[in-house]
């Protein structure tokens, strides 16, 4: 999963940088107002997380030209712990929650996988897909035997991209955008890599090959 990180605190940055990677997610990040409407606009996040007193460009201003685009991502805003009028004015422009600063990163992660979970339409909080569950907090996958596989954290994104999209035909683009930050290279053959290992490690027929296209995850293991 993607994120953009909207937030001019550079302390607070680096933080959330190494909580955030540490649960599986890529992170962009942007700085001030103008920078994250044009990324927001231009690219594609599963979840945003919104400071809204940015330099430039309010955060406020930003979320509304982002929903007046059509942009229908996830956005949890941050506020002061008493900014109640913030939170009101921010979940009217469009926000889908808020959380109030200072905070415990395990709220933010956990308020974060409920707006991705519901954005995807799950009620559950588990992500399961044909007999594979996807541990989120191990980063690891449990057969339907009960085995666990440890993942590296590569194959942990690309896998929970897959397991949110069976049946669907991802292209390598598609993937790249939601596995990897704005500084990876888009040429690189590493999508290929790890879709290699999971092959090894789930089964090679649970990942088909559409060629010139992309790849499909299936549900249920041939």
Request: charge should be negative; include cysteine.
């Amino acid at each position: 999963m993607r994120l953009l990180l909207v937030e001019d605190d550079t302390r607070l940055v680096e933080s959330l940088q190494r909580d955030l990677t540490k649960a599986g997610y890529a992170l962009d990040w942007a700085g001030d107002g103008p920078a994250a409407e044009f990324m927001g606009r231009e690219m594609a996040y599963d979840a945003v997380i919104l400071d809204l007193g940015l330099p430039g460009l309010s955060g406020l201003e930003v979320l509304r030209r982002w929903r007046e685009q059509g942009k229908s991502v996830p956005v949890l805003i941050l506020t002061a712990r008493d900014g109640w009028r913030e939170r009101v004015d921010g979940l009217k422009a469009g926000a889908d929650d808020y959380l109030g600063k200072p905070f415990h990163v395990e709220e933010l992660l956990a308020r974060l996988q409920a707006l991705i979970r519901r954005s995807q339409g799950r009620a559950e909080a588990v992500l399961r897909t044909g007999g594979l569950t996807l541990d989120e907090d191990h980063q690891r996958v449990c057969l339907a035997d009960g085995t666990a596989l440890e993942l590296t954290a590569t194959e942990f994104r690309l896998l929970r991209v897959f397991m949110s999209h069976p049946g669907e035909l991802l292209s390598k683009t598609r993937l790249t955008e939601h596995v990897y930050d704005q500084d990876f290279d888009r040429d690189s053959n590493l999508i290929e890599v790890y879709v290699r290992r999971l092959r090894d490690k789930l089964g090679s027929e649970r990942i088909q090959t559409r060629r010139g296209q992309g790849y499909i995850f299936q549900g249920q293991a041939g």
